[in-house]
């Protein structure tokens, strides 16, 4: 079993700051890749910003600039670092990982319940 928990959601003002967190546990093996995710009602859930390998990130257009992705590999852990908070920011912020749970096994993705972020004009 993996669960992933996430803290650090929350309601601030436009131009504020908020740091979102994320840690992994249970059946562990390696943990490929992380990310986070967003979604409001009614539309799709688009992706925010992705770290690989620790190393290797990508953002989406809208955050760029604005957000930054880093991640923790000893303990299992990403952070969403957001600047500049804008209303359309507001969204419902997902975890989601790429755990190996077994050597060669295949890795899946997991994901966490959710962290509300509200950003009032």
């Known amino acids: 079993q993996v669960s992933l928990e996430e803290s650090g959601g929350g309601l601030v003002q436009a131009g504020e700051s908020l740091k979102l967190s994320c840690v992994v546990s249970?059946?562990?093996?390696?943990?490929?890749?992380m990310a986070w995710w967003r979604q409001v009602p009614g539309k799709q859930r688009e992706l925010v910003a992705r770290?690989?390998?620790?190393?290797?990130?990508v953002y989406a257009d809208s955050v760029k600039g604005r957000f930054s992705i880093s991640r923790d590999s000893a303990k299992k852990s990403v952070f969403l670092q957001m600047d500049s908070l804008k209303s359309e920011d507001t969204a419902v912020y997902y975890c989601?990982?790429?755990?190996?749970?077994?050597?060669?096994?295949?890795?899946?993705?997991?994901w966490g319940q959710g962290t509300q972020v509200t950003v009032s004009s």
């Open positions: 989601n990982a790429l755990v190996v749970t077994k050597p060669l096994i295949p890795a899946r993705d997991f």
């Open positions: 249970g059946n562990v093996f390696s943990v490929n890749a």
């Open positions: 770290v690989i390998g620790g190393v290797s990130t």
